[in-house]
């Protein structure tokens, strides 16, 4: 399996996620620079996290608009994987490859912490290593988590089981408390109506590694090279 | 002639830094305050050259397409010879 | 050149003295110097850049070892750390910008110790920082005006509302800076005191990775060699930023705002990445960033080591603003800008990877053989001075000093007593509460602290932040630590107490501490008070790092923090590195699990009943619940607390604990409450008392202790380890769940949840800026 991850200026976390798809999970990776249209024929792309372009006007408000998203579009219109980690989250819904936007925080704060979220659909080709309701611990780290999107969009997302990830307390419980951000029916991340793309504000990368601390960001990695083996 | 882009939060969505400046505010005992938004300006300085109507369209454009995420937000904009 | 009548006034605006104007003309060659020179001349010969009053002293601390690549005097320090990797450290003042504008103070504060890093070729891995403020609890006049606290008559409802607002601006601008470069924060310590009300303290330390053969040094060096100008274009920002930094506060210093400079981490990032990729390849010479003085101090240090000169032409600079003066441009402290020299025909190599980025670089210059730099405008020379002049020739005073006493009593102040008997669980939960020791998760956890996938302990896990480095089996770790109370009491011991203390915390994460950096925070040097307050620390300093084995590889001095004549407590902040042979066994604070044996491990015992009256005023309790400050820090014998670190490494390497904290404020209650919070296991001790008072034994804070957490079947072979270190290693208790009990000689003295006792911990920050104080909106 190829992996491509996208650098933008400002990417911060490509180095992590290269790291975490070459050294853990033993798969090839490339890396993709923003203003070349070539994937490289990547099997599965991923946007990183950081602050491309500053973050200057809105997150992921200027990274929408490079030569490679173009060819990430295309190619997410094409049933490619595409997993957004974070800003990449952001950059995804700028691009409109996914639904909704992602707000400041309510708090107002840039929050690094490590979270709860609740599998709240395993049939994808991010989650199919986890178990519908398993509760994962993964980190955070963003000033604009607070994912937002109107009511119909909602009513949508949870017709179609496209809310993936949602905040939960340890044991599983939405609560408001479990919520770090403000977010949305506590969405923590959301997939496209084919399934192939996926956006999450936890970071999978930060939580790989036993060194680390937490391994049970991995089964996100597990789950991606599992499902492009039976593609 | 220069254009000036107002962006801010649609009134349906939350904005959580205007409400904390109006709690701020109130605390402070300023008066008369019904509420506070926080919003986004831009100054764009344009070509001599072009003609008001270009201008319009132009500048409709970039705080449509850039300036503006349409989920959130809501733009408006005026002009200054 | 033209000769330019300069006015006497115009000299001393210029912060220099007329016997300095003397010498000026001398190294000028009997000519007077232009308007330009004289700015070059007063931005290079600032306390700033010069060290003109602390060099004499700081060449007497320990800066070698075998471990120890570059020392002091490059961008940063550079150590050995074992399989083909060094790593770059240093820690950096930002104190003046930050007090003026906060959150952008802060944040360049971060970005130029970043640079610092990268610019020696290595890819910075962490930052961590140390800060002081004033008070930001409200309390009563009469709590804190109690003897020996400057600035405590001063302080009113609206300067802990300023306090309050200088912690949120800091603490966002370094967030805001560190999050979007890309680099950890692994957290560091933020103390309070009345006398940091109008000067706070913004210490930024920062830590980079480089192969051992891929150094790069700030020289210039070979003829005609291009010299070229990277990064963000040159504004009128921060002009006389290092002046500035070398003067002491006035009412007036708050409207130089616009002297401030504006920060742009996203522009770091990319000069971040471009730099080295240039580095990578080979056309790169010698490379410095433009941090205070700019322009003028990268040309002239570069040439200055390199032994060479430097041409600029000031045209070719990228310039923000227009009808910029040649002193501007060469004064300008404007972010984010680079200066390299790189290969003659091997420019566009260079110059391609910046394009790559979207960065501008020109080349501005060349390398001359004349060891002059030169500056041209419009072809014509503005200003020629020799780069010794600016450099090895600037002053160097041997400034008066003269011992000073604190205005404390020496001795207990008979209206105290400390026989009370009853329950401490009381006083435990304010001393858990009090800002010094509160947990600061409010402040980490706006700092991103596990961005590059490193992060083996972050801020709260341990007493050290520790990275792991990829590819080896090696981690590294670090603390920050300075006690200004102590350094008040006792310059000498109190800079002793802060070398081991920092060196402490790094070997209780299991690593050994091999090497340190200062930040060297002081009032007004021209006062021999104040002199002789750094004389002393230097001196202690000294001490420790001898006996501690822990060489000073750079770091930095902060003069003037005085505001209205009022100066801070004399406080040098140490950075402590240490290495873990295996980053797999880094120690963690926390308890595991109950039924674990506690094991007190403790250098030197404690002393009689007078001496321990006289260090008891030094403590957080005696600021804190008895609101009075007397005699002197704890005693510290620097051969146990040698031993105790090697002891503690060996101990941890060995897999022997669960868990290793250091006892410091607040005494050894304290410590077992911050191991009981990680995981709220919580602990049963039985203390004894040894004649001495209750309320020493439990919140006295003798120097050289750790409390460690343990199978009890591994207790006979910690006791082992302890007595090759001529240690003792007391049973004192074991882990139990949820609750914290500590009896002394067999009796309850405290008694409460962990979860009550982490509530009070937790919140206490997060309480204290939430409440406004009532007179803050007048």
């Not at chain 2, 701020?24 to 109507?53: C, H, S, W």
């Not at chain 3, 007391?730 to 000689?745: C, F, R, Y």
Request: proline content about 5%; overall charge negative.
């Amino acid at each position: 399996m190829k992996f491509g991850v996208i650098i933008f200026p400002g990417s911060n976390c490509d180095h992590d996620a290269y790291w975490t798809i070459q050294q853990v999970a033993r798969q090839s990776a490339t890396f993709l620079w923003h203003e070349s249209q070539d994937l490289e024929n990547c099997d599965a792309i991923i946007v990183p996290g950081g602050f491309a372009y500053g973050d200057y006007l809105r997150t992921g408000a200027i990274a929408k608009f490079s030569p490679v998203m173009e060819s990430v579009k295309k190619f997410a219109e094409g049933g490619g994987l595409v997993l957004g980690i974070c800003n990449g989250f952001q950059i995804l819904c700028e691009s409109a490859l996914l639904p909704g936007a992602l707000m400041r925080n309510v708090g107002l704060k840039y929050v690094c912490k490590p979270v709860h979220v609740r599998v709240e659909n395993d049939d994808t080709p991010f989650t199919q290593a986890c178990r519908q309701g398993e509760v994962l611990s993964i980190p955070i780290g963003h000033m604009e988590g607070n994912y937002f999107c109107d009511d119909s969009t909602l009513a949508q997302l949870r017709r179609e089981q496209r809310i993936v990830f949602r905040y939960a307390t340890p044991a599983g419980e939405i609560t408001p408390e479990a919520n770090p951000n403000g977010s949305l029916d506590n969405i923590a991340g959301i997939s496209s109506a084919g399934r192939n793309v996926l956006g999450m504000m936890p970071h999978p990368e930060r939580a790989s590694e036993a060194e680390l601390g937490c391994v049970e960001g991995f089964k996100i990695f597990q789950s991606l090279v599992g499902s492009m083996a039976t593609r | 002639m220069k254009a000036y882009v107002y962006v801010s939060l649609k009134k349906s969505v939350l904005d959580p830094q205007g409400k904390t400046i109006y709690g701020a505010l109130n605390k402070m005992g300023f008066k008369g305050l019904e509420a506070v938004r926080q919003g986004k300006f831009f100054e764009i300085t344009l070509d001599r050259d072009l003609t008001k109507p270009e201008a319009q369209a132009e500048v409709e454009r970039i705080a449509r397409e850039v300036l503006t995420n349409p989920v959130i937000e809501e733009y408006r904009f005026s002009f200054e010879d | 050149m033209p000769a330019y009548a300069i006015a006497p006034e115009l000299i001393q605006e210029h912060g220099l003295t007329p016997d300095e104007y003397e010498k000026i003309k001398r190294l000028l060659g009997g000519r007077g110097p232009t308007l330009t020179e004289l700015g070059i001349f007063s931005v290079m010969w600032s306390e700033h850049c010069s060290y003109k009053s602390s060099r004499v002293h700081l060449q007497r601390l320990p800066t070698r070892s075998r471990r120890v690549v570059q020392g002091p005097g490059e961008n940063a320090g550079i150590i050995d750390i074992g399989d083909g990797w060094a790593c770059a450290f240093k820690i950096e003042s930002h104190n003046h910008p930050s007090f003026v504008e906060p959150f952008q103070g802060a944040a360049t504060g971060v970005g130029g110790i970043l640079r610092d890093i990268f610019t020696m070729g290595a890819r910075p891995v962490a930052i961590m920082d140390s800060l002081r403020f004033g008070p930001i609890q409200g309390k009563s006049p009469t709590e804190l005006g109690s003897a020996g606290q400057p600035g405590a008559a001063v302080l009113t409802q609206a300067e802990v509302h300023k306090n309050h607002s200088l912690l949120e601006g800091v603490v966002s601008g370094i967030a805001s800076y560190g999050n979007c470069f890309g680099v950890p924060n692994l957290g560091g310590e933020t103390k309070f005191e009345p006398c940091y009300s109008n000067n706070p303290l913004v210490n930024a330390f920062a830590l980079g990775l480089v192969r051992r053969d891929q150094i790069f040094y700030a020289k210039a060096a070979g003829e005609a060699n291009p010299v070229i100008y990277v990064g963000s274009k040159t504004g009128r920002d921060g002009i006389h930023g290092a002046t500035m930094a070398s003067e002491e506060f006035s009412e007036a210093s708050e409207g130089k705002r616009p002297n401030v400079q504006v920060g742009d981490p996203f522009l770091e990032k990319l000069l971040l990445e471009a730099c080295l990729e240039a580095m990578q390849t080979g056309a790169v010479v010698g490379i410095q960033d433009m941090g205070a003085a700019g322009l003028t101090c990268s040309s002239c240090e570069m040439g200055a080591r390199g032994h060479v000169g430097i041409e600029i032409e000031l045209d070719r600079v990228p310039q923000r603003e227009t009808a910029m003066t040649p002193y501007e441009i060469m004064l300008s402290e404007s972010q984010e800008r680079m200066l390299l020299v790189a290969q003659k025909g091997r420019e566009q190599e260079v110059l391609r990877v910046f394009q790559k980025w979207g960065l501008d670089a020109v080349e501005v210059g060349r390398v001359t053989l004349d060891g002059k730099m030169r500056v041209l405008e419009h072809g014509k020379v503005v200003a020629e001075i020799p780069n010794q002049a600016l450099t090895d020739d600037a002053p160097v005073y041997k400034r008066p000093v003269q011992r000073w006493e604190p205005p404390v009593p020496r001795e207990m102040p008979e209206n105290i007593g400390l026989a009370g008997a009853g329950d401490l669980t009381a006083d435990l939960k304010r001393l858990l509460g009090s800002a010094n020791i509160c947990g600061k998760r409010w402040i980490w956890q706006q700092y991103d602290s596990m961005v590059q996938t490193n992060t083996v302990e972050g801020p709260g896990a341990g007493d050290a932040g520790v990275i792991r480095i990829k590819g080896s089996q090696r981690g590294l770790a670090m603390a920050l630590d300075g006690n200004g109370r102590w350094c008040y009491l006792d310059p000498r011991l109190g800079a002793m107490h802060a070398v081991a203390e920092a060196a402490r915390k790094v070997a209780c994460s299991g690593a050994t501490p091999v090497a340190a950096t200062n930040c060297l925070n002081f009032g007004n040097p021209e006062k021999p008070n104040i002199m002789w307050q750094f004389s002393q620390v230097i001196d202690g300093m000294t001490k420790a790092c001898e006996e501690l084995e822990v060489p000073i590889t750079g770091g930095n001095v902060s003069f003037y923090n005085e505001t209205l004549g009022e100066g801070i407590y004399p406080t040098p902040v140490l950075g402590v590195v240490g290495i873990l042979e295996n980053v797999r066994k880094a120690g963690q604070m926390g308890f595991r699990e109950p039924g674990r044996a506690i094991v007190l491990l403790r250098g030197g015992e404690p002393a009689d009943i007078t001496d321990v009256e006289s260090e008891f005023g030094s403590s957080e309790y005696a600021k804190e619940i008895l609101g009075s400050v007397w005699g002197y820090p704890p005693e510290l014998e620097l051969e146990k607390e040698a031993g105790l670190q090697k002891a503690l490494v060996e101990i941890i390497a060995g897999g022997l604990v669960d868990s290793a904290h250091h006892c410091s404020e607040g005494g050894i209650a304290v410590a077992l409450a911050e191991s009981a919070f990680p995981t709220e296991v919580g602990a049963k001790v039985n203390l004894l008392s040894r004649g001495l008072p209750t309320v020493f034994v439990l919140f006295g804070e003798d120097a050289s202790r750790a409390v460690l957490s343990c199978d009890l079947s591994n207790l006979l072979r910690i006791q082992q380890v302890a007595v090759k270190y001529c240690l003792s290693a007391e049973h004192i208790g074991e882990t139990v769940p949820e609750k914290m009990e500590i009896q002394l000689d067999g009796r309850v003295v405290v008694s409460a949840g962990v979860g009550e006792l982490l509530d009070v911990y937790e919140g206490a920050l997060e309480r204290a800026l939430r409440t406004e104080p009532v007179a803050a909106a007048n």
